[in-house]
């Protein structure tokens, strides 16, 4: 099995240099924000140590920025294998993280399956297969980010859970490096390494953390002492991320202007809609069929008068944050670049009524999710996502697909037991969204108007 995998592995490889090329052969100037990082980062390769561009970070100067370690990289590759330092070998420094997201995401996999990993080249078939995601495997070909913040986080996960904390916390330092919210996934790693001591019955250990399905509103943990000692390499993580906010007056780097953190609540549900129409298939079908998850979202929903009447008093408070919280982005507004440009103007602007119509649909789709992520986990080990979600999204005025990579990762990672036949539809799905996405940012690029892209 193993040697088939790492013919898998290879051929991943080998398409993700191919579709590298492509992109160098056809986006031969640098697009969107490259043109922000890619001068940057030719200054660093010509040891122009001195030279930092205002509209990437705020004060002039600061050298430990959300994308330093990218540049690093790229200047490594300058340095040791005497690359030419150009827009071809920067973009290749993303797309390495890219071919190294599966092995990552195969012990991550893994862990919330409770199964060895294979060897170290020879990653699973599911994680070659979640590796394509659409987001990820398209910014894992522009000089962005995007992959290599989302590599970071999941090995600072990977080493916690293998009880690696110091390892973890310098990680943890890393993924910061590359974006400053990252800092809410080194307590989601410390939180999910944690979290499975919490898995026993009353009575047979102090420690009780109740399966998520069955568990009652007087369910928590009672010896939460006993797990802060691991706690203290993440606490030195937090401290430097507040020295830093403290420093910088405040955690928005670069052009503030235009990312003031605001209280966006919709965000929550564009991110649980988007999460659904993305990963349907890892939704529906697991070892029940999708008859079963259909079925308990709509008892869940209305299976009784009290689960109505809960359902009514969340659809009110939904419509209340729709209504006072819904924020219409200058960049959404006038960025016809991107797909949600066009999402927001012909579905959202269509009718002063048309968001409210959505709200069965997010209750529907995040009850979806529970269900699926909850059948295999305690109360606790389902409900630390969705909490420290909330402080990655809510404050992010702007909708972008982008911003959902990393929690959906982590979200799609808990779900364990997807179908063979499902994790083959799945790649399939993935598939056809890539190559469509990709065919438009190619080759349908508008005069006057240029490449439209996530």
Same mark, same amino acid.
């Given at each position: 099995?193993?040697?088939?995998?790492?013919?898998?592995?290879?051929?991943?490889?080998?398409?993700?240099?191919?579709?590298?090329?492509?992109?160098?052969?056809?986006?031969?100037?640098?697009? #969107?924000?490259?043109?922000?990082?890619?001068? @940057?980062?030719?200054?660093?390769?010509?040891?122009?140590?001195?030279?930092?561009?205002?509209?990437?970070?705020?004060?002039?100067?600061?050298?430990?920025?959300?994308?330093?370690?990218?540049? #690093?990289?790229?200047?490594?590759?300058?340095?040791?294998?005497?690359?030419?330092?150009?827009? /071809?070998?920067?973009?290749?420094?993303?797309?390495?993280?890219?071919?190294?997201?599966?092995?990552?995401?195969?012990?991550?996999?893994?862990?919330? %399956?409770?199964?060895?990993?294979?060897?170290?080249?020879?990653?699973?078939?599911?994680?070659?297969?979640?590796?394509?995601?659409?987001?990820?495997?398209?910014?894992?070909? =522009?000089? *962005?980010?995007?992959?290599?913040?989302?590599?970071?986080?999941?090995?600072?996960?990977?080493?916690?859970?293998?009880?690696?904390?110091? =390892?973890?916390?310098?990680?943890?330092?890393?993924?910061?490096?590359?974006? @400053?919210? /990252?800092?809410?996934?080194?307590?989601?790693? *410390?939180?999910?390494? @944690?979290?499975?001591? =919490?898995?026993?019955?009353?009575?047979?250990?102090?420690? $009780?953390?109740?399966?998520?399905?069955?568990?009652?509103?007087?369910?928590?943990?009672?010896?939460?002492?006993?797990?802060?000692?691991?706690?203290?390499?993440?606490?030195?993580?937090?401290?430097?991320?507040?020295?830093?906010?403290?420093? /910088?007056?405040?955690?928005?780097?670069?052009?503030?202007?235009? $990312?003031?953190?605001?209280?966006?609540?919709?965000?929550?549900?564009?991110?649980?809609?988007?999460?659904?129409?993305?990963?349907?298939?890892?939704?529906?079908?697991?070892?029940?069929?999708?008859?079963?998850?259909?079925?308990?979202?709509?008892?869940? #929903?209305?299976?009784?008068?009290?689960?109505?009447?809960?359902?009514?008093?969340?659809?009110?408070?939904?419509?209340?944050?729709?209504?006072?919280?819904?924020?219409?982005?200058?960049?959404?507004?006038?960025?016809?670049?991107?797909?949600?440009?066009?999402?927001?103007?012909?579905?959202?602007?269509?009718?002063?009524?048309?968001?409210?119509?959505?709200?069965?649909?997010?209750?529907?789709?995040?009850?979806?999710?529970?269900?699926?992520?909850?059948?295999? %986990?305690?109360? =606790? %080990?389902?409900?630390?996502?969705?909490?420290?979600?909330?402080?990655?999204?809510?404050?992010?005025?702007?909708?972008?697909?982008?911003?959902?990579?990393?929690?959906?990762?982590?979200?799609?990672? @808990?779900?364990?037991?997807?179908?063979?036949?499902?994790?083959?539809?799945?790649?399939?799905?993935?598939?056809?969204?890539?190559?469509?996405? !990709?065919?438009?940012?190619?080759?349908?690029?508008?005069?006057?108007?240029?490449?439209? !892209?996530?």
């Amino acid at each position: 099995m193993s040697s088939n995998t790492r013919v898998l592995y290879l051929v991943y490889c080998g398409v993700a240099v191919a579709v590298l090329k492509e992109f160098n052969a056809v986006v031969t100037e640098p697009y #969107m924000d490259e043109p922000f990082h890619v001068p @940057q980062a030719l200054a660093y390769c010509e040891g122009e140590w001195s030279t930092w561009d205002p509209k990437i970070t705020t004060p002039p100067g600061l050298h430990v920025v959300h994308n330093f370690l990218l540049y #690093m990289l790229s200047v490594l590759l300058h340095w040791v294998f005497m690359f030419k330092c150009n827009l /071809n070998l920067l973009r290749l420094t993303t797309t390495l993280t890219l071919l190294a997201l599966p092995l990552v995401l195969t012990r991550l996999l893994g862990f919330h %399956q409770r199964r060895r990993s294979p060897p170290t080249l020879a990653p699973s078939i599911e994680a070659l297969i979640l590796s394509t995601f659409p987001i990820a495997w398209f910014f894992g070909f =522009l000089y *962005y980010t995007e992959v290599p913040s989302l590599v970071s986080v999941l090995c600072t996960v990977v080493a916690a859970t293998q009880n690696k904390h110091w =390892l973890a916390g310098l990680l943890g330092i890393v993924s910061c490096l590359f974006r @400053q919210n /990252n800092v809410i996934w080194v307590l989601y790693a *410390y939180a999910a390494s @944690q979290l499975m001591r =919490l898995r026993f019955k009353p009575g047979q250990a102090e420690l $009780h953390d109740p399966p998520a399905l069955g568990a009652g509103p007087g369910d928590a943990p009672k010896a939460l002492p006993e797990l802060l000692p691991a706690f203290i390499p993440y606490a030195v993580v937090l401290a430097l991320f507040g020295g830093f906010v403290i420093w /910088n007056d405040g955690i928005v780097l670069g052009d503030k202007s235009n $990312h003031i953190p605001s209280f966006h609540v919709p965000q929550l549900y564009y991110f649980i809609a988007f999460a659904t129409m993305i990963g349907w298939p890892a939704v529906l079908y697991g070892e029940s069929g999708p008859l079963k998850v259909a079925t308990e979202v709509i008892l869940r #929903m209305f299976g009784n008068k009290r689960r109505t009447l809960l359902t009514v008093i969340i659809s009110i408070f939904m419509w209340i944050t729709i209504q006072r919280f819904t924020i219409h982005h200058p960049f959404l507004l006038s960025d016809n670049r991107h797909f949600t440009f066009y999402i927001w103007r012909r579905v959202f602007m269509l009718h002063a009524v048309v968001p409210y119509l959505f709200i069965p649909g997010y209750q529907a789709c995040a009850w979806a999710w529970w269900i699926r992520v909850a059948r295999d %986990q305690s109360l =606790l %080990q389902t409900l630390v996502l969705p909490v420290l979600i909330l402080p990655t999204l809510l404050p992010t005025p702007l909708l972008e697909p982008r911003y959902f990579l990393v929690p959906y990762i982590l979200l799609r990672a @808990q779900v364990v037991d997807v179908q063979p036949y499902g994790i083959f539809v799945e790649g399939i799905w993935y598939m056809v969204i890539n190559v469509a996405t !990709m065919y438009v940012f190619l080759y349908k690029e508008r005069a006057g108007v240029g490449r439209f !892209m996530w």
